[in-house]
């Protein structure tokens, strides 16, 4: 099932080749129609090349028409305005397209034609500092964005660039060092309790102790010459903050491979000297940088990026700079992905900047930086406790199981059914996660959104909740439908004949131009809103069109498209991260 879009857009090119001959052609040629009166799809391409080409719009328009064939695809075009293409899909073009889709787990998407090795950068938490809801945002995002690439047929290398570097662990091991002496030498692994109270305990201690902040900055020393002692101390702070970690991913089903900022230390060096080379870095005031293109202070002055400190110290910066040479030299990315709240913009913009001016970004690689708003509260305020702290992540996940379940129990009761507790356990885990996911995807993710647990799992609206029941519908009628979806062959005769059936079957051809539409923009939103307007003109078809009770053949055409509408809402949920449930 390829694109219509993109069926389209081949024919469009070559009617446009015939009539002119150009170096370039716009793009895209043809766009989803913005009102169903222009059909289903529209082009201005005519509109925006007559004056270059020399001809009045509308007669291009009739030029190109009289070589675009497009019969098999659509209505005969029609030219409207001052020489807009509209174009209508047949009925029996999309029962073809629908047919091409039975029985394929794909629902016969092709993958992209020309895979890319992309690298996609989220979650990234710091050791021992606690995992905001910020981070938890770029998990789900990240994790998205790397399901629908994968679909697509890229090879994608998710990575966790994990904060496991800097000054704050010298402060670290000088205060296990003071509170369990033994840390090191006890068989047993040591476990630290809550890493984010040690933290906050080890930086009383910093802030109050000036002997101790000596001890701190000599095992900064000691761990970055690689001492023994700090090393192994250093190791076992991570080895604690990797198993909380992993609770987290392990609940929200994501996959991820670790890399932390450790990991580029020894490539920290060239970078220095290889932007020396270049004649980039500049000594000011003690430090090592490069003068920014674009980028002023205050005073209007070049703004500096400090690449190494007056004390030798290296910065995120400069960590950042490593990695994107190893995974565009060494990981043979061709495009790298970095997901991560929209303060951090600037930062990429930078980075990205003098890689870009030391020629270390060839031409074939794309950099992209795919920022997030802030979540807050219901209060419109950044998301804290009551008493004002930042929120523990497995206690918001938690929560929202809790709350999951406590619906699903009073349903239960209502409808006066029993249920094991390993199926409550599974309804409650998958609606509570799929719903925290959902909420956060389904929001433009450039702006920021407001986390109610009373919305986000709600039966009404666009909601995980409501999906998931819809499909276990949908699902539902397909069993009862007393039909063998193995015996379904494509060659399962479709009549679209009502509105509603042509509605729901031109939706459903969508779903590959939808997903092309999400990675190009990296938008997972755009993929929600797909799946909940499938979900209502499902509606729409199933009142006004029996199913079960017509007769045949409409009856197996019928449950043919009701089969179709659920995959399509299973494939979709699976690449938001969201698993479905056969029975709620
Ligand atoms: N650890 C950082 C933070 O918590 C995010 C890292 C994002 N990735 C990167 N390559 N800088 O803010």
Request: charged content about 20%; glycine content about 6%.
């Amino acid at each position: 099932m390829v694109a219509p879009v993109q069926l389209l857009g081949d024919r469009l090119l070559g009617a446009l080749k015939t009539v002119l001959s150009l170096e370039t052609y716009p793009q895209p040629l043809l766009l989803p129609a913005s009102q169903a009166k222009f059909g289903d799809y529209q082009s201005n391409v005519c509109l925006s090349l007559a004056k270059q080409v020399g001809k009045a719009p509308r007669q291009l328009a009739q030029e190109v028409v009289a070589h675009l064939n497009v019969d098999d695809i659509c209505q005969p075009v029609e030219i409207a305005g001052p020489g807009f293409l509209n174009f209508r899909l047949k009925p029996e073009f999309l029962a073809r397209s629908l047919q091409a889709a039975i029985g394929s787990d794909r629902l016969g998407i092709p993958p992209a034609p020309e895979p890319r090795r992309v690298v996609v950068d989220f979650s990234s938490p710091n050791i021992a500092k606690e995992m905001h809801v910020g981070h938890l945002r770029s998990t789900i995002i990240g994790d998205c964005i790397a399901r629908i690439l994968e679909f697509q047929g890229h090879d994608v290398l998710r990575l966790n660039h994990v904060g496991d570097w800097g000054t704050q662990f010298g402060m670290l091991i000088a205060y296990l060092d003071e509170v369990y002496p033994d840390a090191l030498t006890t068989a047993n692994a040591l476990d630290l309790g809550d890493l984010v109270t040690f933290y906050k305990k080890a930086k009383q201690r910093f802030d109050s102790d000036p002997d101790f902040q000596q001890k701190a900055r000599q095992q900064v020393v000691a761990l970055q010459q690689g001492e023994e002692h700090s090393r192994r101390a250093w190791q076992l702070l991570c080895e604690q903050s990797r198993r909380e970690f992993q609770k987290i991913y392990d609940l929200l089903d994501i996959q991820l491979t670790e890399r932390g900022e450790s990991f580029y230390n020894p490539f920290l060096p060239a970078v220095i000297e290889d932007l020396a080379a270049l004649g980039l870095l500049v000594e000011d005031q003690g430090a090592k940088v490069v003068f920014l293109e674009g980028f002023t202070n205050k005073e209007g002055q070049p703004q500096p990026l400090i690449i190494q400190k007056s004390d030798g110290g290296y910065n995120y910066a400069t960590t950042d700079l490593a990695a994107l040479r190893y995974r565009i030299e060494k990981d043979q990315a061709d495009w790298i992905i970095y997901v991560t709240d929209v303060g951090q913009s600037t930062h990429f913009a930078q980075v990205f900047q003098v890689a870009q001016r030391a020629g270390w970004v060839p031409p074939h690689v794309t950099l992209t930086h795919v920022p997030f708003g802030l979540v807050l509260g219901e209060d419109g305020k950044r998301l804290k406790t009551r008493s004002g702290e930042t929120i523990r992540l497995m206690d918001l996940l938690t929560e929202a199981i809790a709350r999951s379940r406590a619906d699903l129990e009073q349903r239960l009761a209502t409808e006066g059914r029993s249920e094991s507790p390993e199926f409550i356990d599974t309804v409650a885990r998958a609606i509570g996660i799929g719903a925290v996911k959902y909420a956060d995807l389904s929001q433009n993710r450039n702006s920021n959104y407001v986390f109610s647990y009373d919305k986000m799992l709600s039966l009404q609206g666009n909601t995980a909740p409501y999906l998931l029941y819809a499909y276990v519908r949908v699902q539902g009628l397909t069993r009862r439908g007393d039909i063998d979806w193995r015996t379904l062959s494509p060659d399962t005769p479709l009549f679209l004949e009502d509105e509603t059936e042509q509605n729901l079957a031109k939706h459903l051809v969508q779903l590959a131009e939808t997903l092309d539409f999400v990675s190009a923009e990296l938008l997972p939103n755009r993929l929600c809103q797909y799946l909940f307007e499938l979900s209502q003109l499902f509606n729409q078809f199933y009142d006004r069109c029996p199913i079960l009770s017509a007769p045949e053949p409409t009856k197996q055409s019928r449950l043919t498209l009701a089969y179709l509408t659920a995959q399509t809402l299973k494939l979709g949920l699976s690449l938001l991260g969201i698993r479905v449930l056969d029975r709620i």
